[in-house]
């Protein structure tokens, strides 16, 4: 069965620098979230969108921007990159009228 | 908003036994759902078992169940003839109906003992 894809795996950034993390859902799911979790913590939710409109924000720092485009594919851009933005970037996705998300493998992002 | 709390940081069993992770929650939505989601060293978030707030029945998959005390806002997670690929960091999570983002508890790390 297909499942969520995510691009890159890992990615290494400078200080001050920008990243774009991408998140492909599993083929008819309507929504996209974005998780970020830092070491040794527990996931925190970022952003979602359904049908490629916004539907809920987290505690995502105006740094970052996100957008479903028409396939349903997601990207998150971080800009301005911190040594605290280091973690791992999940992105999960769930089919029409359902409760249960779908994690893709995530993106270890480290910023030096 | 949502809490989720697991007082148990980490847990170990032996091999073939029984172990229950403890999960408690605190929420003002009248319908929501609560999960289990397992983190083997590999990072990945796969889920286990979901409870829909509304049933009264415990949900079941295969060797893991679920033991739902609505009243007491308690969610635990019971693994069965625990298996060496069963260790990994558990989050307890939950979400509200209409609006499924995830609010994880802070984790709780299981080893199997052969």
């Known amino acids: 069965a297909a499942g969520v894809i995510q691009s890159p795996r890992h990615l290494i950034k400078e200080k001050r620098e920008t990243a774009t993390l991408k998140c492909y859902p599993i083929p008819r799911h309507d929504t996209v979230y974005w998780y970020q979790q830092g070491p040794g913590q527990d996931p925190q939710f970022l952003i979602s969108?359904?049908?490629?409109?916004?539907?809920d924000k987290g505690s995502i720092p105006d740094r970052f921007s996100a957008q479903q485009f028409s396939d349903y594919h997601s990207e998150l851009n971080m800009s301005s990159l911190e040594l605290g933005d280091s973690a791992l970037y999940f992105c999960a996705s769930s089919p029409p009228g359902g409760s249960k998300q779908f994690f893709g493998p995530g993106t270890r992002l480290t910023v030096l | 908003a949502q809490t989720v709390t697991q007082s148990q940081p980490e847990m170990s069993v032996q091999e073939a036994e029984t172990v229950t992770l403890s999960c408690t929650y605190d929420?003002?939505?009248?319908?929501?759902?609560l999960f289990w989601y397992k983190q083997p060293p590999s990072r990945q978030m796969i889920l286990v078992i979901r409870?829909?707030?509304?049933?009264?029945q415990n949900a079941t998959e295969n060797r893991f169940s679920v033991n739902f005390q609505k009243a007491a806002k308690s969610f635990s997670l019971k693994i069965s003839d625990s298996q060496l690929g069963d260790a990994a960091m558990y989050f307890c999570?939950?979400?509200?109906?209409?609006?499924?983002?995830?609010?994880f508890g802070t984790g709780t790390r299981l080893t199997i003992i052969p």
């Open positions: 409870q829909e707030a509304y049933k009264q």
């Open positions: 999570a939950s979400s509200s109906f209409g609006n499924e983002k995830l609010t």
């Open positions: 929420t003002s939505e009248s319908d929501y759902y």
């Open positions: 969108f359904y049908e490629k409109m916004q539907s």
